[in-house]
């Protein structure tokens, strides 16, 4: 790879002539960090996008590498991604006018590959509900080598490159990484003196195993500044609304890489965010979100104080903190009441005054019919768990929040990403020997905080904070998405972190809430802890099993 020239942050990738050749004709550009996915049939672009999550490939290199020798390309010589445009924007023009655009704009829809983003800038992108993502995953690439150009994976702020801090923040990015690197295969080796293969388990799966658990025990190591890869599916009324979101944030990288990808999707569908700049549409929309934003910002400053409430405190290694604010007393009363509606004839307010005058048990008895027999996680019990919600306010690491934002129907809010709630730092790191190491790349993360928030504000500051630092958030979700979430996150191969936060939101939902009823349906929520490490410390083991297991049998 080369770098662009100029102020460019991206590293580009190079191409032989037949691989150009190739690539052309289903990608919109050969370059930049941001281009969409053409001329392929659906289940190809999904399954891109599924193994894109666990490889360090670009995507086009990985289409080359593994997608290209299956596919027929017979009939695709004389395809070529970057021309049409005139004749797309006449025929969606056409359909605009006739049917309106807004409900047209929802009707078709786009892969993009966005790669080379920060760990700030992936949050902005995966902000929406009605879009698809898949993330480069941190259990599954290593961050430990540095790309061909010399440089580890992270994001170089032009504004910072070019200050009086640039040389400080490459040199403070890099012994971060070093870091990392040097205590990955520390953590590896301790993890398989602890968790010896046992008979039956393949070499592969037992190794899949260690490095998952060696990358979720060192990622906290990583800086918000390291980037990732994230592919996006959406209609084009979704991109019209990320676009506008990212146009307004204070990230000035969000900003920019608004520009990469509309400049992509206009390549693909140009009339659906031809909206996007336009002075009095797009624009002053983006102005409008801006403006608040900064009302909003300027308001809690002068309530609070600048720094809108506390500021620097100690740096803890407490683990996630949970509290349960807001539910609803009669939730289980009105859950069944939902249950009972579509398979009766009676009013809403007859019904529930009805089952409010039901005895317990019999209440139970219809939460125990609507359940059913869930075989497994993927039975789901229709919607009237929705009747309820929960609001939580919870203080985790940055790496258990990001896996945790990406389930599109919580409604869920952040603060600022800074060092000031402390970090996490894994039991087992002081274990084997790796705490010296892990504390100094905290402290060297806080200076480098303070020392960019000083120069550039606190947005641009976070860069420097890690994905071990605390963040604060709330979360409010249905019973329904919380059955979802707190079943899938709380598996034994999770991550400690999250697990121990939708743990301790399942507890609070039976105990706080009172609602033992509701808790007890979300049946699959996994309690094991600490005292069950010894039988499942390699949590993914199980995972690599099943997975080992379907190769073997040639399953699909």
Known sequence: MSSHGGDVPYAQETWTAEEADVLRRYFTNLE???FALVNLPEVVKGALFARYSRTAKSLR???????????????????DATVGLARAEQLYDRVFFEYGDDSVAQLGGVHLACEQASNLLTKVLERGRLMSYMEKSTRYVAYDTRLPNGRYRYYRSPEILASPLGARYVGDMDRMFDAYAQL???????????????????DFAHRQALKAKAFDTVRGLLPSAATSNLGIYGSGQAYEGLLLRMRAHPLPEAREYSD???????????????RVDVADRGSAWSKYRENNDAAMTDLVSAIFGPDGGPGPGPATRAGPQVALVDWDPDAEVKVVTAMLYPYSHLGEEDLA???AAMPVAQRLEVMDKYAGERLNRRHRPGRALERCSY??????DYGAFRDLQRHRLLTIEWQGLTPYHGYTMPAVVTDAGGSPAYEEVMSRSAALYEALGEYFGPTVAAYAVTLAHRVRYSVQLNARAAMHMLELRTTPQGHPEYRDVCQQMHRLIAGKAGHGALAEMMRFVDHSGPEEEAEHGLGRLQAERRAEARRRSGAR
Do not use: N, T
Not at 260 to 274: G, N, T, Y
């Open 32 to 34: 930049g960090p941001v």
């Open 61 to 79: 290199r990985l289409f080359l590498d593994e997608f290209v020798g299956d596919l027929d390309m017979s009939g695709d010589h004389g395809v």
């Open 184 to 202: 990955l295969p520390v953590l590896y080796d301790w993890f398989s003196q602890c968790y010896p293969k046992v008979p039956g388990d393949s």
């Open 260 to 274: 990469l990808m509309l400049a992509e999707l206009r390549k693909v569908i140009p009339s659906w965010v031809r």
């Open 353 to 355: 005054g009805r089952v």
């Open 391 to 396: 609001r939580f306010d919870v203080i985790s």
